[in-house]
């Protein structure tokens, strides 16, 4: 089979694994359906297919769009007079991510950057977008953060339905409105912030700066309001996504498997005590803002945002400030990934 049928034949994979995986309500669909594509083809046919490095990077521009366009006035302004306690918990969350990594490089043969990256609690695709120019292992942080969130979106209505059943209607949750195609302008819009952040994080020599810039400024053109209701594409953004996911299959091995099966035990461990420790956050943030223990406790699992807000929806919870607290933490998740790999390094010496 030829390279050109070849791309054809892993895209129409992609693309049914995909809304296959999104029906399951999977986050992040499209880029896990990938990366369980590119680990097949990995294991079936080693270094027969890459993503070209170009395409890579565009991908991670354009993921950086996605994630800056959730930055959203009216969702911020939910959190005017609760902006402490939310960043607090924010800032909580991922001490413990970070805690909980340095235990899992403890417990296993992991180095302090992978375990880190793997176990921080929020901005799932973005963090394995970039985990690979932080000098981490991309692969097993991908398979970390991936068993975090379906963790988080297997357990989460079944909490609800257990402890807030009587709650149920709502309104429909906030955010960035796209569709599939989008228009021009929104097009336009999405691949001229992705250049001029990636252009200018790249000159500023910023670490992994080719994700971080366009989500900092996509942030800053949303806030502003220049960019109207601005929604990056479905099909652009997507298509970044599996890029992103098909690069990290790509790279696996027979021995990266065998390390997955004795990092299984562990991990799921250590995701069970970060669940508990977000619903501990939950309780704080029921009694310092106005939010009921409901709306925290969506608020603060650690991942999983769009089952989350499937789940706020049916229970009538506030949508609006569980998109405004997931979708702050995501980006300060993101944002201070380097930073947070560059201190477990210094703790490692």
Same mark, same amino acid.
């Given at each position: 089979?030829?390279?050109? =049928?070849?791309?054809?034949?892993?895209?129409?994979?992609?693309?049914?694994?995909?809304?296959?995986?999104?029906?399951?309500?999977?986050?992040?669909?499209?880029?896990?359906?990938?990366?369980?594509?590119?680990?097949?083809?990995?294991?079936?046919?080693?270094?027969?297919?890459?993503?070209?490095?170009?395409?890579?990077?565009?991908?991670?521009?354009?993921?950086?769009?996605?994630?800056?366009?959730?930055?959203?006035?009216?969702?911020?302004?939910?959190?005017?007079?609760?902006?402490?306690?939310?960043?607090?918990?924010?800032?909580?969350?991922?001490?413990?991510?970070?805690?909980?990594?340095?235990?899992?490089?403890?417990?296993?043969?992991?180095?302090?950057?992978?375990?880190?990256?793997?176990?921080?609690?929020?901005?799932?695709?973005?963090?394995?977008?970039?985990?690979?120019?932080?000098?981490?292992?991309?692969?097993?942080?991908?398979?970390?953060?991936?068993?975090?969130?379906?963790?988080?979106?297997?357990?989460?209505?079944?909490?609800?339905?257990?402890?807030?059943?009587?709650?149920?209607?709502?309104?429909?949750?906030?955010?960035?409105?796209?569709?599939?195609?989008?228009?021009?302008?929104?097009?336009?819009?999405?691949?001229?912030?992705?250049?001029?952040?990636?252009?200018?994080?790249?000159?500023?020599?910023?670490?992994?700066?080719?994700?971080?810039?366009?989500?900092?400024?996509?942030?800053?053109?949303?806030?502003?309001?220049?960019?109207?209701?601005?929604?990056?594409?479905?099909?652009?953004?997507?298509?970044?996504?599996?890029?992103?996911?098909?690069?990290?299959?790509?790279?696996?091995?027979?021995?990266?498997?065998?390390?997955?099966?004795?990092?299984?035990?562990?991990?799921?461990?250590?995701?069970?005590?970060?669940?508990?420790?977000?619903?501990?956050?939950?309780?704080?943030?029921?009694?310092?803002?106005?939010?009921?223990?409901?709306? =925290?406790?969506?608020?603060?699992?650690?991942?999983?945002?769009?089952?989350?807000?499937?789940?706020?929806?049916?229970?009538?919870?506030?949508?609006?400030?569980?998109?405004?607290?997931?979708?702050?933490?995501?980006?300060?998740?993101?944002?201070?990934?380097?930073?947070?790999?560059?201190?477990?390094?210094?703790?490692?010496?």
């Amino acid at each position: 089979m030829g390279r050109p =049928a070849a791309w054809l034949g892993i895209a129409a994979g992609i693309v049914a694994g995909g809304e296959a995986l999104d029906l399951a309500g999977l986050p992040s669909s499209y880029l896990f359906a990938a990366m369980l594509i590119g680990l097949a083809l990995a294991l079936a046919r080693p270094g027969a297919l890459d993503v070209p490095p170009a395409a890579f990077r565009a991908s991670q521009a354009i993921a950086g769009v996605s994630l800056g366009a959730y930055l959203q006035s009216d969702a911020l302004r939910e959190l005017a007079g609760s902006w402490l306690p939310v960043a607090l918990v924010s800032l909580a969350t991922l001490l413990a991510s970070l805690a909980a990594g340095a235990l899992l490089a403890r417990l296993t043969p992991l180095d302090p950057p992978t375990a880190a990256l793997g176990l921080i609690a929020g901005g799932a695709s973005g963090i394995v977008g970039m985990s690979g120019e932080l000098g981490a292992d991309d692969r097993l942080v991908a398979f970390m953060q991936y068993l975090r969130v379906l963790v988080v979106v297997l357990t989460t209505p079944v909490v609800i339905a257990l402890f807030f059943g009587g709650h149920h209607g709502g309104g429909a949750p906030p955010g960035p409105e796209s569709s599939v195609f989008g228009g021009p302008a929104d097009w336009a819009l999405a691949i001229g912030l992705a250049l001029a952040g990636a252009l200018a994080a790249t000159r500023a020599r910023v670490t992994a700066g080719v994700l971080l810039g366009p989500m900092v400024l996509t942030g800053v053109v949303v806030l502003s309001g220049l960019a109207g209701d601005f929604a990056v594409p479905d099909l652009l953004a997507q298509t970044a996504f599996a890029l992103i996911g098909l690069q990290v299959g790509l790279r696996f091995t027979k021995s990266t498997l065998r390390m997955l099966g004795r990092l299984t035990g562990p991990v799921l461990a250590l995701i069970a005590a970060l669940l508990a420790f977000c619903f501990g956050l939950a309780v704080l943030l029921d009694a310092t803002t106005s939010a009921s223990l409901l709306d =925290a406790y969506l608020a603060t699992t650690p991942g999983g945002l769009y089952a989350v807000l499937a789940v706020a929806f049916g229970a009538g919870a506030n949508t609006t400030f569980i998109v405004a607290v997931q979708s702050l933490r995501v980006l300060a998740m993101v944002l201070l990934a380097p930073l947070a790999v560059r201190w477990t390094l210094r703790l490692a010496r």
